[in-house]
């Protein structure tokens, strides 16, 4: 296990070290001044420039340099903005929580559509109910993100009236930035109305969230159904079903984890999908979040923003898709080696 | 009277379009306190008439039966809850496999408890239900021949090895306390030292607890000392069952005549290093079943006759469907 571990951490390592040379490279590819590339500030006179050359090690070597890009990135010294001249380790920190909150929230609607249902559609294979689910999956899984989005909006805002078009939360609440995840912020600050704060936000978050979590609890109906219907298929099934058990304790004691430990993999390949969707999401919304930022930086030829989100973006699916690898390993018995009775 | 018995069992598979007959009208009964053999070779059908039983049969194959009955009660139609109460506590079956009939993801110890009917947990609160199943599974498990209990109770399926797999099937079955017992081939791939173990620990449950068991194998070597009654299966038609000890004197149908022939230690007048007799050939695929008596290809006494499937016929309690058979010849 150990051993799995470390390789694990490795792994992680080196991706992360190839996604840091990787953006080096892109400072260097991309037009204009390679220190301001690097720094984000255009210096105005030779004194000014020689002191931000000194910090970014632009006259040294390019190993020099590139480790001296490594050890500003771990510091958190990532440079500024060209477009805004903000540092780029505050815009990131204030909006990345933001496109976080919405994944994830995202993530947990779509684990409870999809797994209930896809567990129905498996047990209930080939009958008109699995034919029912399967078919409005398909659809789902089909619709792009953006058009379900503008649906919503053309639906619940616009004719409804139900829901806010737009941002985070209504501006008349005044909400201090403590960790960045609108909801905690609320529970953490000392407002008056908090019940009401709280439910302005969820109605806020509802329509990128059910947007986001359809199409991601889509796939996953469909990954789901599959793998039930190949578990109850299994000779164990069967054999558990000779012993007299119940259906439910079957289910749930037999059929339940089985079929969910094949598609968490799958699960790893989904969070990727799941984050580029909310990231197109949050500009349909105005959200706050780091996709919207990315994109006004690629409006405005920010390279600096540019290259630090896409780089903190990547930082992020790699480190949740290992995180997953390894849950699969730790859950999964059949992955971990023989240290019981081998008599 | 009979606690299992079946009598024309049908079960027909759909291929191509086409039905096929995977059992053709097998009759099996098991008495109270008996051991009956079911023997035939892989492929005959043994553990389809153990899945029927069972009653994991899939849904689209067709399954009809004059009579299955298990004490009295027909299997083909129960409600649902009384099928899972026979299964439950009448019924235990050991599965072919140990591997892939046990669940991969949940450890031995585990599924042994869960296989323990509600009525033989003692206690009133879940800690000392917990405990008392606790204390039946690792009684089961010595009982089986495993000392080691704590390791295999923490182990999963797949680290275990095939006979340990096997005794823990055994295990399950035993928990459960049942009436009878369906062994299917549970001393596969086991070495004769094992074999000889679960084998007398087979004989000691009928005999102490007249369990009745049905013990499915082709190894006749392993039944034949074990076994009350034998039935002899092939290519999904009973060919032959009675007695063990008349059917091993004397054989009726060339089926099972050829099989105790195959076996050495049946014989004591065979030469030293003469070639064992066999029938030529193979059995059938199911694509391919020939009509009539499906022994006929490779029967060396087949007649024009046995184009027709042969009636079943009786001499006493021994009943065979041939045709021809052997004791023609000695009149």
């Given at each position: 296990?150990?051993?799995?571990?470390?390789?694990?951490?490795?792994?992680?390592?080196?991706?992360?070290?190839?996604?840091?040379?990787?953006?080096?490279?892109?400072?260097?590819?991309?037009?204009?001044?390679?220190?301001?590339?690097?720094?984000?500030?255009?210096?105005?006179?030779?004194?000014?420039?020689?002191?931000?050359?000194?910090?970014?090690?632009?006259?040294?070597?390019?190993?020099?340099?590139?480790?001296?890009?490594?050890?500003?990135?771990?510091?958190?010294?990532?440079?500024?903005?060209?477009?805004?001249?903000?540092?780029?380790?505050?815009?990131?920190?204030?909006t990345l929580?933001a496109t976080i909150?919405l994944s994830?929230?995202s993530?947990?609607?779509?684990?409870?559509?999809?797994?209930?249902?896809?567990?129905?559609?498996?047990?209930?294979?080939?009958?008109?109910?699995?034919?029912?689910?399967?078919?409005?999956?398909?659809?789902?899984?089909?619709?792009?993100v953006f058009?379900?989005?503008?649906?919503?909006?053309?639906?619940?805002?616009?004719?409804?009236?139900?829901?806010?078009?737009?941002?985070?939360?209504?501006?008349?609440?005044?909400?201090?930035?403590?960790?960045?995840?609108?909801?905690?912020?609320?529970?953490?600050?000392?407002?008056?109305?908090?019940?009401?704060?709280?439910?302005?936000?969820?109605?806020?978050?509802?329509?990128p969230?059910?947007?986001v979590?359809?199409?991601?609890?889509?796939?996953?109906?469909?990954?789901?159904?599959?793998?039930?219907?190949?578990?109850?298929?299994?000779?164990?099934?069967?054999?558990?079903?000779?012993?007299?058990?119940?259906?439910?304790?079957?289910?749930?004691?037999?059929?339940?984890?089985?079929?969910?430990?094949?598609?968490?993999?799958?699960?790893?390949?989904?969070?990727t999908t799941l984050m580029t969707n909310a990231i197109i999401v949050e500009t349909l919304f105005?959200w706050?979040g780091i996709g919207d930022w990315l994109l006004?930086?690629i409006?405005?030829?920010?390279?600096?923003?540019?290259?630090?989100g896409m780089?903190?973006v990547?930082?992020l699916i790699?480190?949740?898709?290992?995180?997953?690898?390894?849950?699969?390993?730790?859950?999964?018995?059949?992955?971990?080696?023989?240290?019981?009775?081998?008599? | 009277?009979?606690?299992?018995?079946?009598?024309?069992?049908?079960?027909?598979?759909?291929?191509?379009?086409?039905?096929?007959?995977?059992?053709?009208?097998?009759?099996?009964?098991?008495?109270?306190?008996?051991?009956?053999?079911?023997?035939?070779?892989?492929?005959?059908?043994?553990?389809?008439?153990?899945?029927?039983?069972?009653?994991?049969?899939?849904?689209?194959?067709?399954?009809?039966?004059?009579?299955?009955?298990?004490?009295?009660?027909?299997?083909?139609?129960?409600?649902?809850?009384?099928?899972?109460?026979?299964?439950?506590?009448?019924?235990?079956?050991?599965?072919?496999?140990?591997?892939?009939?046990?669940?991969?993801?949940?450890?031995?110890?585990?599924?042994?408890?869960?296989?323990?009917?509600?009525?033989?947990?003692?206690?009133?609160?879940?800690?000392?239900?917990?405990?008392?199943?606790?204390?039946?599974?690792?009684?089961?498990?010595?009982?089986?021949?495993?000392?080691?209990?704590?390791?295999?109770?923490?182990?999963?399926?797949?680290?275990?090895?095939?006979?340990?797999?096997?005794?823990?099937?055994?295990?399950?079955?035993?928990?459960?306390?049942?009436?009878?017992?369906?062994?299917?081939?549970?001393?596969?791939?086991?070495?004769?030292?094992?074999?000889?173990?679960?084998?007398?620990?087979?004989?000691?449950?009928?005999?102490?607890?007249?369990?009745?068991?049905?013990?499915?194998?082709?190894?006749?070597?392993?039944?034949?000392?074990?076994?009350?009654?034998?039935?002899?299966?092939?290519?999904?038609?009973?060919?032959?069952?009675?007695?063990?000890?008349?059917?091993?004197?004397?054989?009726?149908?060339?089926?099972?005549?050829?099989?105790?022939?195959?076996?050495?230690?049946?014989?004591?007048?065979?030469?030293?290093?003469?070639?064992?007799?066999?029938?030529?050939?193979?059995?059938?695929?199911?694509?391919?079943?020939?009509?009539?008596?499906?022994?006929?290809?490779?029967?060396?006494?087949?007649?024009?006759?046995?184009?027709?499937?042969?009636?079943?016929?009786?001499?006493?309690?021994?009943?065979?469907?041939?045709?021809?058979?052997?004791?023609?010849?000695?009149?």
């Open positions: 296990m150990m051993i799995s571990f470390f390789r694990y951490g490795t792994l992680f390592v080196l991706t992360l070290f190839s996604l840091v040379s990787l953006s080096f490279l892109l400072a260097h590819l991309f037009p204009g001044d390679l220190l301001t590339n690097l720094s984000g500030v255009a210096p105005k006179d030779e004194k000014e420039r020689q002191l931000l050359a000194t910090l970014w090690a632009v006259d040294q070597s390019v190993f020099f340099r590139f480790f001296r890009y490594c050890s500003l990135i771990f510091s958190g010294e990532w440079g500024v903005s060209i477009s805004s001249g903000l540092p780029l380790y505050d815009e990131i920190r204030r929580p909150e994830f929230y993530a947990v609607v779509a684990v409870v559509i999809g797994v209930p249902i896809g567990c129905l559609a498996g047990l209930k294979s080939y009958t008109k109910l699995d034919y029912t689910i399967n078919a409005v999956a398909i659809v789902n899984y089909s619709l792009p058009w379900l989005g503008l649906a919503f909006i053309l639906v619940f805002s616009l004719q409804l009236n139900w829901l806010p078009l737009s941002g985070r939360i209504s501006l008349l609440f005044d909400i201090p930035t403590v960790t960045g995840f609108i909801l905690i912020d609320i529970l953490l600050s000392n407002s008056l109305n908090k019940g009401e704060a709280i439910a302005n936000a969820i109605a806020h978050l509802a329509m969230v059910l947007a979590s359809l199409i991601s609890g889509a796939a996953l109906v469909r990954l789901l159904r599959r793998s039930v219907i190949d578990i109850l298929d299994k000779p164990y099934i069967a054999s558990a079903r000779s012993r007299g058990l119940s259906s439910s304790r079957i289910f749930f004691d037999h059929v339940l984890r089985n079929a969910l430990l094949p598609i968490l993999p799958l699960l790893a390949i989904q969070i105005s706050p006004q930086a409006y405005q030829g920010d390279y600096t923003a540019i290259r630090m780089l903190v990547a930082a790699v480190s949740l898709t290992i995180f997953v690898d390894i849950l699969n390993r730790l859950v999964d018995p059949r992955k971990r080696m023989p240290t019981n009775a081998t008599t | 009277m009979a606690l299992l018995d079946i009598k024309n069992l049908t079960l027909e598979i759909p291929h191509e379009g086409d039905y096929i007959r995977a059992l053709d009208k097998v009759n099996l009964s098991v008495n109270e306190g008996e051991v009956r053999a079911l023997v035939g070779e892989s492929g005959s059908g043994k553990s389809l008439i153990v899945s029927a039983v069972s009653g994991s049969i899939p849904k689209h194959w067709r399954i009809t039966a004059d009579r299955m009955t298990w004490n009295g009660e027909s299997l083909l139609n129960l409600s649902k809850s009384r099928r899972l109460q026979i299964m439950n506590e009448d019924i235990a079956i050991v599965f072919q496999n140990p591997l892939s009939s046990l669940d991969p993801s949940v450890t031995l110890g585990e599924q042994i408890q869960e296989s323990i009917p509600s009525r033989l947990v003692d206690g009133k609160w879940f800690w000392q239900r917990n405990a008392s199943r606790r204390q039946t599974t690792i009684k089961t498990l010595h009982k089986v021949g495993i000392r080691a209990h704590g390791d295999v109770m923490r182990a999963y399926p797949h680290e275990m090895p095939y006979d340990v797999g096997q005794r823990v099937m055994l295990a399950m079955a035993l928990v459960a306390q049942p009436k009878i017992i369906i062994a299917d081939d549970p001393t596969r791939g086991m070495e004769t030292t094992t074999k000889t173990q679960i084998l007398k620990l087979l004989t000691r449950l009928n005999k102490t607890r007249s369990v009745a068991i049905l013990f499915v194998s082709h190894d006749l070597l392993a039944i034949s000392s074990m076994a009350d009654t034998m039935t002899v299966l092939y290519c999904g038609q009973t060919v032959e069952s009675g007695k063990m000890k008349h059917l091993r004197k004397r054989p009726l149908h060339p089926y099972t005549k050829a099989l105790i022939d195959s076996a050495p230690s049946f014989r004591n007048d065979l030469p030293p290093k003469s070639m064992l007799p066999n029938l030529g050939g193979s059995i059938p695929t199911l694509q391919h079943l020939p009509i009539g008596c499906r022994l006929g290809p490779r029967c060396p006494r087949a007649q024009k006759a046995c184009v027709n499937v042969p009636g079943i016929r009786h001499i006493h309690d021994h009943t065979y469907s041939c045709h021809y058979p052997l004791h023609r010849d000695k009149r």
